[in-house]
């Protein structure tokens, strides 16, 4: 069985990404963060395959994506 979750060759596009987070998701961490919400564990900048979300709980099964203008540049996957 393939490995789809957070696989080593992402591992430093995750780091900058969670170095670099845009205004609008350190936000919405500052509410996710320490289970404040139901209890449940989210994780930041979590890989799925080739992409990475922005936010992930397992126990939920739910992934997060916070749009903004990283998303509407050249060459993003």
């Not at 789809?4 to 996710?32: D, G």
């Not at 992930?56 to 998303?71: K, Q, T, V, W």
Request: net charge positive; aromatic share 10%; proline share 3%.
């Amino acid at each position: 069985m393939t490995k789809l979750y957070n696989q080593t060759s992402e591992k430093q596009k995750r780091q900058t990404l969670r170095n670099n987070m845009p205004p609008s998701e350190k936000i919405v961490w500052a509410k996710l963060r320490n289970q404040q919400i139901e209890s449940c564990k989210f994780r930041r900048q979590y890989s799925i395959d080739r992409f990475v979300v922005d936010f992930y709980s397992s126990e939920l099964r739910l992934a997060i994506e916070i749009d903004g203008d990283s998303h509407y540049q050249d060459g993003v996957r």
